[in-house]
T-cell receptor, first 113, second 116 residues
């Protein structure tokens, strides 16, 4: 079945540091890939997505590239801010008889001034 | 425009009681999903609706859980005879008509359920 593996946290970075959160997946067919973010006390929000191989999703300074050869969708940001502190979830939608998003377990990021 | 809304935002109940959780999707979204977020299990899919029918109920953990959707809009998730392991945040999401699979699911704020 489909699965998503993302690096376990928590991750603590200083402001302006470089961020990478690794995400790899196993899926049937050619899934769409997503990063969702959950800020403290808020619901899940879509951060970015990519629907086919080599697509790059980007938003709010975050980027992730859909790498079919390595089945990965790593999240990166060049300079994090305190306001980026949140839990980040990698997810996939395979659509192969499945109607659900399959999520990784989430990575908690704390950015300190 | 309005996003996905859920009620109540918090619910505390006693073991053995029934609870109903409500989801109001984004207007015009025909697909509706229920997920559960718990500390030990992460985010788990429960059920998917397309219109009023539920082609995928594979994530419902037991027959104590049921859901319905009426008028292609509001959905209710019912948990009968609640158990302590049902304590979690229940999330609802909606999306437009399913096509190639790249549709974004928009999530509500969730209902935090605590079973004492």
């Amino acid at each position: 079945g489909d699965s998503v593996t993302q690096m376990e946290g928590p991750v603590t970075l200083s402001e302006e540091a470089f961020l990478t959160i690794n995400c790899t997946y196993t899926a049937t067919g050619y899934p769409s890939l997503f990063w969702y973010v959950q800020y403290p006390g808020e619901g899940l929000q879509l951060l970015l997505k990519a629907t086919k191989a080599d697509d790059k999703g980007s938003n709010k300074g975050f980027e992730a590239t859909y790498r079919k050869e390595t089945t990965s969708f790593h999240l990166e940001k060049g300079s994090v801010q305190v306001s980026d502190s949140a839990v980040y979830f990698c997810a996939l939608f395979s659509g192969a008889g499945s109607y659900q998003l399959t999520f990784g377990k989430g990575t908690k990021l704390s950015v300190i001034p | 425009g309005a996003g996905v809304s859920q009620s109540p935002s918090n619910k505390v109940t006693e073991k053995g009681k029934d609870v109903e959780l409500r989801c109001d999707p984004i207007s015009g979204h025909t697909a509706l999903y229920w997920y559960r977020q718990s500390l030990g299990q992460g985010l788990e899919f429960l059920i998917y609706f397309q219109g009023n029918s539920a082609p995928d109920k594979s994530g419902l953990p037991s027959d104590r859980f049921s859901a319905e959707r009426t008028g292609g809009s509001v959905s209710t998730l019912t948990i009968q005879r609640t158990q302590q392991e049902d304590s979690a945040v229940y999330l609802c999401a909606s999306s437009q008509i399913r096509g190639g699979g790249g549709e974004t699911q928009y999530f509500g704020p969730g209902t935090r359920l605590l079973v004492l």
